[in-house]
Each structure stands twice: as C-alpha cells, then as structure tokens.
C-alpha cells in the first residue's frame, strides 16, 4: 500500500506566454507507515505536488498511484481518494465555517455520507487526537477560537476523514513556537498511535529533521535528492547552494569539526550535538 | 474555472492604444457605445467592424482575448437572440406549432446579437488596454467637475480602485477554499440547483471572513499612511493628452460621422 508517482510532469497556463514547469519527471513512492518530509523553496513545486496526491490538480504527463488506484482515471472515486489522502492546506482555519466546532469538524465524514453514531464518533476522536476536551469545544463557535486553536480544529476536520495518507503543508506557519510545538507533538503522537503515513510539507529544516524518516528535496520542479534526514544533511553544501539551511545546529556542529574539533558530520537534533560535544570536552581533558 | 475571465484583466503590451489617455478611452468607448444604438443597417455595421479591427490591430492585444470577453455573456446574447426571434411580429416565413418566425425577428434577432457583440468587445478593448488604476485615474478626473453638486469623485475611484485590485485576490482566495473544501469531500459540481446553493455555504463563509479581514487589515494599513480621502492629495501620474490622443479623437469623429451620415440617409 503505498502513494506513487510516475514520471510526473506538471505544467501551468499551457499555451500562454505565462506557461511554467512546476513538476519536471518526478518519481516518487511513499510507503504506509512512512513519515515523510518535502522540502523546497517557494516555487519548487511542493504544493502542487500534493494537490496531486488527492486528485485536486491533475498531472500533464505521467500517474499518480494510490494503493494501486490511478488519481483521476475515474472521476466517480475522487471522493475516495481524498478521503485516503487527507490534504490539510496551509492556514486551513481559512476554510473553517460552521457554527460550531463539533459541525465544522463533521463536515468530511458527512459528506462521506456515514450514518450520524459514526460521524459523531469520528468528530469525537478527530478533536481529541489534537488535544482538545470534546465535550468542552464541541458547542464553541470556531471564530471564537485562537489561532493555534482553529488550526488544530480544521486539522481535526480532516482527521475525522480517517485517511490513510495525511499531508499537511506548513501546517505550523505563522503560528508562535509554543503553538508550533504543540502542532509537531500532537502530528508525531498520531503517527506512532494510529500509523497513518505522513507527509509534511515544510521549508523549515529544523522541524522536518526532528519529527521525519524520509526527506525528499524538491528543486526546481525535480526531485533533487531523498534520504533520510542524517544522509540529506550531510549534503549541506549543496542544500545551501539551492537555497535550503539546514538546521542551525547542523550548522553549528559543521561549523566546529571545521575548526579541528572531533565531532561526527550526521548530527541533526540539539541532544545530538550536546552528547558529541560533551565527548568532545571529555576527550579534551583526557589528553 | 476563474480563468477566462476578461473583464478587468488587463493585456500589458506597448501599444499606442495602450498608451492613449484614459480619459480619451473612456469618452471614446462610451460614445461607442451610445453608436451602435444609432444603427439601423447592416452595412453601417461594416463601419463599425472596421473601426474596431483597427483598433484592436493597433492595440497589439491578440483577437483571442477580445473574444474571450464574450465568453461569460454568451449565454447573454443567446437568450436575446432567441427571444427577438420568436416574439416579433411580422411576415412568417417559418412556422412550426407555436412557434413562428417572422422576416422582421430574424432581422431584429441578428441586430441585436451583433449589436452587443460589438458593445462587449468594444468594452473589452477598453480594459484590455488600460490597467484597472489607470482607468479609475480617468474616471475620477472625468468625474471632477460633478464634485460640485456633490458627487464624491475621488472616493468613488478610490473604491472601483481597491475593488478591482481586491478581484484576483480574491479570486484567488476561492479557490484555495474550494481546494480545502473539497479535500473535506465537499462537492461543487454535481447536484440540482437547491443543493448546489446550499453546498455553496463551506465556500462563501470562509470568504466573506476574509474579505472582511482584509478589509480592516487595508483600513488600518491606510490610516497608518495618513490618509485622510482626497483633498490636497497629489498624483504620481499627472494625466497629460498627447499627440496620439489627437489622432484618436479625429479617426473616432471620422467613424462617428460616418455613423450619423448612415443613420440620416
């Protein structure tokens, strides 16, 4: 089970002066249980390869596969697809629009037509996956929320969809970093609970390094590298050199072996660094 | 499903119909317009054709987008075609059942088909030639002299301004709720008339938020300029007519005779 992509190619206002290459032969596969980082600059086609996912765009050349259904070839089972590829945009309190909590969150698996005991239960669940008390938000108007709090409703609000794929593009822009955290934790606890394979779109190297398995980097409407965070960083060079940082202790860590300390070059996370650098001094005053 | 929209899109090339004062485009398209009301033959149309391809040659924007303009009024012209068609009285010349169609209706129908063909590519033209600020520049300074009994120029420009400046936005806006909405599994497409109104709600809550959000957003941000409406405030772009300008008022005049000799004959 798995999403694929074959030799997608993606191209904008076909025939216009304004025609543009967003995806250039992409090939991809995203295994169940993966969590997946996609990484590139603005304008790298990260976005719209995620719209392709779940058949809201469709490719020029090439197919989409999702647990071996070709995106887009019958239109009768879009509604399908989207709802094993849950898509949560950037700033989706945007979409936000019920009276309360509870019938915004229920909006997706209403529409899946489901019958009312399990499109209550699915609400339930989908809200307290992202750490909310049910029976305190659920009668809350969404506009009365803040904007941490919305964001986790209309994440809910996918969530109660049940995918097996779940994208999210950015879903912590814009918020401060306790909001942030609070978003990457409750992400990470749903993927160990409930195994649901996930995609996160991201241009923040220290959050995608953390959290993913898989880091695929998009330039320019290509793949441009994939591997795990550890091999992707080591890259660092040419990370900057297409105008992705990395993250900033990967940084520091680079920047120390440069200066003759001993330390190892796969280093991503803080706790990482503290104990090489603690062997480090160890060593040092050994000598 | 927003993209052959051509009203208010403006066609940026350099051209001297580009380049001719607003306020020369405006009375020269509203005077247009007013023409082909004057009609009353088919060969006078021919007039108005010519006068039209030349315009549009000149004006370097490709026939393809002229025409597209007509696109969202198609169905416009259909129904009027139809209904002079079918309700004229005259000479039969086709009958089937209740429906009768006169000599006099296919004339009337075809008159005003044409007709407001001609209005809505003449039109286009105007806003294919001239970006939305530039128009609204002409319009506020055409609209000055009627400040005196009252007619708030500046303001009403100023609000055409930030209308059409706000139309791909949020245009742009829809369709990024329509996308999230219909990752949610909503449906816009299919259904009868009812449910599709009602399955519209997801769509339009979210963007009267944020059309309202970005208008206190726009207010603050203009009040934090000192802006305080249009007293003593200066331009950037002081509209001047040129030589062009000339050129175009004396080849429209030429047509508008044209047009009148027609109708008197």
């Known amino acids: ?287 | 499903m927003f993209k052959n929209l051509t009203i208010g899109q403006h066609y940026p090339v350099e051209s001297p119909v580009h380049n001719l004062d607003p306020r020369v485009k405006i009375i020269i398209t509203f005077i247009f317009i007013f023409s082909l009301f004057l009609i009353k033959s088919f060969t006078a149309y021919l007039v108005v054709v010519a006068f039209l391809a030349v315009a549009i040659i000149t004006s370097k924007v490709p026939i393809k987008f002229v025409l597209k303009g007509l696109k969202p009024i198609f169905l416009i012209i259909t129904i009027t075609f139809i209904i002079n068609l079918l309700m004229t009285p005259g000479k039969i010349i086709y009958e089937i059942g209740f429906i009768k169609i006169t000599e006099e209706g296919l004339k009337q129908a075809g008159f005003m088909a044409i007709r407001l063909t001609l209005l809505i590519m003449g039109t286009s033209l105007l806003t294919l030639t001239t970006s939305p600020i530039i128009l609204t520049d002409g319009i506020e300074s055409l609209l000055k002299p009627f400040k005196r009994i009252g007619v708030p120029a500046h303001e009403l420009a100023m609000m055409m301004t930030i209308a059409l400046r706000f139309i791909p936005t949020l245009m742009e806006e829809t369709e990024k709720i329509m996308k999230a909405q219909k990752s949610r599994g909503a449906d816009f497409e299919s259904g009868n008339i009812v449910n599709r109104a009602k399955n519209l709600v997801p769509l339009l809550v979210p963007l009267f938020i944020s059309a309202f959000r970005r208008a206190d957003d726009l207010a603050m941000a203009m009040e934090a300029r000192c802006y305080r409406g249009g007293d003593n405030r200066t331009r950037m772009r002081q509209l001047k007519i040129h030589r062009g300008d000339y050129v175009a008022a004396f080849i429209f005049v030429i047509y508008l005779a044209t047009i009148i000799i027609s109708r008197i004959w």
Do not use: C, W
Request: avoid cysteine.
């Open chain 1, 1 to 287: 089970m798995s999403i694929k992509a074959e030799n997608i190619k993606y191209v904008y206002s076909e025939g216009t002066p304004f025609r543009t290459l967003a995806l250039d032969d992409v090939n991809l596969s995203i295994e169940q249980g993966d969590f997946i980082g996609i990484i590139g600059h603005t304008g790298s086609g990260k976005s719209t390869l995620i719209q392709l996912f779940n058949g809201l765009e469709m490719s020029t050349e090439g197919k989409i596969l999702v647990d071996d259904i070709v995106v887009g070839q019958d239109k009768k089972k879009l509604r399908n697809i989207r709802q094993m590829v849950g898509l949560v945009f950037q700033y989706p309190e945007y979409q936000l629009f019920e009276e309360t909590v509870a019938k915004d969150v229920a909006f997706g698996p209403m529409n899946l037509k489901l019958n009312q005991e399990e499109i209550d239960k699915r609400t339930k669940e989908a809200l307290e996956l992202v750490g909310f008390n049910y029976d305190r938000i659920k009668d809350v108007s969404p506009f009365d929320l803040s904007g941490g709090q919305k964001r986790r409703v209309a994440i809910a609000g996918v969530l109660a969809m049940k995918p097996k794929y779940l994208i999210l593009d950015e879903p912590t822009a814009g918020l401060d970093p306790a909001g942030r955290n609070e978003i990457f934790e409750q992400i990470k606890k749903l993927h160990k609970i409930s195994n649901v394979t996930v995609i996160l779109v991201s241009h923040s190297m220290e959050d995608i390094a953390k959290l993913v398995n898989k880091v695929v980097v998009l330039y320019k409407g290509k793949v441009h590298m994939q591997g795990t965070p550890k091999e992707i960083y080591a890259q660092s060079e040419e990370l900057v050199r297409i105008g992705l940082g990395i993250p900033q202790i990967a940084e520091l860590a680079n920047e120390l072996r440069k200066r003759g300390f001993n330390i190892k070059s796969d280093v991503i996370t803080v706790d990482e660094a503290k104990e090489e650098i603690l062997k480090e001094i160890r060593r040092r005053k050994n000598v």
